[in-house]
């Protein structure tokens, strides 16, 4: 393609481009997984902190799945546009912090051969929740997962990211070189925290030394990182080539604001991410993506279930409905009532800056992609600060409206009649716990409930919030509506 993205020159005068020289750069991160959120997120602080503050922290990325983003990645020599989107209209950053892309299935030798190279210091990942091989009940290593089975039988041939992981770091005790920093930049609340155990869980099946060297040489920061990022249409890529002057086959877009919290704990070295806006290094994550989790993404879910089964495509036109608006402001304060303080951090200021980004009219975000996997992202974003809120004494109404829409959501059928795919990694389950029970708000919660190691007992123990869940889904399934204001 002639006019693909491939250099920085005689781009059109609407790009922002890198401010340093790319051909000087070496990798020292390689990065796991690199879909649109790594490229709204992680590769732009680090873009910001070489500009910044140079360094040899240039980006490798792998893709240990699906080919797409990685090849056309490597077409363009790394380089791909972020259209940063508001009312005031779009602007184009294209980034230069990768440098090489690969696809792991293709070779994974060359992968573990970067993975062994003492210049990778950092080994970052955003490969979903799906990928990690932990058992949401223990918070474990699930062993019935499929790359976690694989690689325990071939440990020297990994597929999945945490065998990639161990191998490794196996080859660079062996080899007497210093370990890289595992760095978790997933959706998942202590995501490092999870991330070592799984890691040292595995090891301890394999080499029980290599364990005690990882536990006692590897660092493992957790980090909490926030900008909406819709998934790319044939408008964003139209938008790219119209601000760049290059076609640009892996532009994404995003809002305005970013965040980056990252626990300062690495075993050689990083990035000047402290010199970005927006990034900020700490000794401990928790309090802040409690905060996120519970007020965002908690908020987030319980607008995409009700969004998506009153018919609203994007959380934008659901913030057109003023009791819908009004709901989500009610559910933020309903958990900042939950988090103890959080330093540096106004929660009513935050709250407000919320209710603004989702009603951000530049943004794109559909409930349909926001509502996936929510077996996985319930717990920690609706039903530990729901038990949280009724030990305290609260009724908890806004978490039994977001689980009540969860329900309607999950029934798999639309306003209209017509069904939908229910995607989440325990669909088949759902369905079957519903597929021969009465089509009302009382049966079909009842049935939910007892979804195996989702809902704790403490909320399926209190009859006055299931009930008051039940309520609200009849009201769902009779009319889409919840009578909010």
Same mark, same amino acid.
């Given at each position: 393609m002639s006019d693909r993205l491939q250099n920085v020159t005689g781009l059109a005068p609407t790009a922002k481009l890198p401010a340093y020289d790319r051909n000087a750069l070496k990798a020292g991160i390689l990065h796991l997984g690199p879909g649109a959120f790594f490229r709204a997120h992680f590769a732009p602080f680090t873009d910001g902190a070489l500009a910044a503050a140079g360094g040899d922290w240039g980006i490798e990325v792998a893709s240990l799945r699906t080919p797409d983003v990685a090849d056309n990645l490597s077409a363009q020599n790394g380089l791909y546009t972020v259209l940063i989107r508001d009312t005031s209209g779009t602007t184009a950053h294209v980034m230069g912090?990768?440098?090489k892309a690969h696809v792991a299935p293709r070779d994974p030798a060359g992968l573990l051969a970067r993975l062994e190279d003492p210049d990778i210091r950092i080994v970052s990942m955003t490969v979903t929740e799906k990928a990690y091989g932990f058992d949401p009940a223990t918070g474990g290593l699930d062993l019935k997962h499929p790359d976690i089975v694989a690689d325990l039988a071939n440990r020297h041939a990994p597929r999945g990211v945490i065998g990639y992981l161990v191998e490794g770091l196996a080859r660079r005790r062996q080899k007497g070189i210093p370990p890289f920093t595992p760095l978790s930049c997933d959706n998942l609340p202590s995501n490092g925290a999870v991330l070592k155990r799984l890691v040292l869980e595995f090891t301890a099946r394999i080499d029980a030394e290599l364990r005690d060297w990882i536990e006692a040489n590897v660092p493992f920061p957790s980090t909490m990182v926030d900008r909406i990022t819709p998934a790319s249409t044939d408008a964003t890529y139209a938008d790219a080539k119209r601000l760049t002057g290059r076609t640009d086959l892996?532009?994404?877009?995003?809002?305005p604001f970013t965040q980056w919290v990252i626990e300062d704990h690495f075993a050689n070295g990083r990035p000047a991410w402290e010199k970005v806006h927006g990034a900020l290094m700490v000794e401990e994550v928790s309090a802040y993506e409690k905060m996120?989790?519970? =007020?965002?993404?908690? $908020?987030?879910? *319980?607008?995409a279930y009700l969004g998506y089964t009153a018919g609203y495509e994007f959380v934008r036109d659901v913030m057109?409905?003023?009791?819908?608006?009004?709901?989500?402001?009610?559910? =933020?304060?309903?958990? $900042?009532?939950? *988090?103890?303080?959080?330093?540096?951090?106004?929660?009513d200021v935050y709250a407000n800056e919320l209710i603004a980004r989702f009603a951000n009219k530049a943004i794109a975000h559909r409930t349909y992609q926001i509502a996936m996997d929510g077996t996985q992202k319930l717990p920690q974003r609706l039903l530990e600060p729901a038990t949280e809120a009724l030990a305290k004494g609260s009724k908890a109404e806004t978490y039994a409206i977001a689980v009540a829409a969860w329900m309607r959501y999950a029934m798999g059928i639309d306003r209209n009649g017509e069904r939908y795919e229910l995607r989440d990694p325990r669909a088949g389950e759902i369905t079957a716990l519903i597929a021969d029970v009465p089509r009302n708000g009382g049966a079909v919660s009842a049935a939910l409930f007892k979804l195996p190691g989702l809902f704790p007992k403490a909320l399926t123990a209190n009859i006055a919030w299931t009930e008051d869940v039940a309520n609200k889904l009849e009201i769902l399934i009779q009319d889409n509506r919840l009578p909010l204001y």
């Open positions: 912090s990768i440098l892996a532009a994404i877009e995003t809002e996120k989790l519970r =007020m965002l993404n908690g $908020a987030h879910s *319980l607008l057109d409905d003023a009791g819908l608006s009004a709901l989500a402001r009610r559910h =933020m304060n309903a958990a $900042a009532a939950t *988090l103890d303080p959080v330093p540096g951090i106004d929660l």
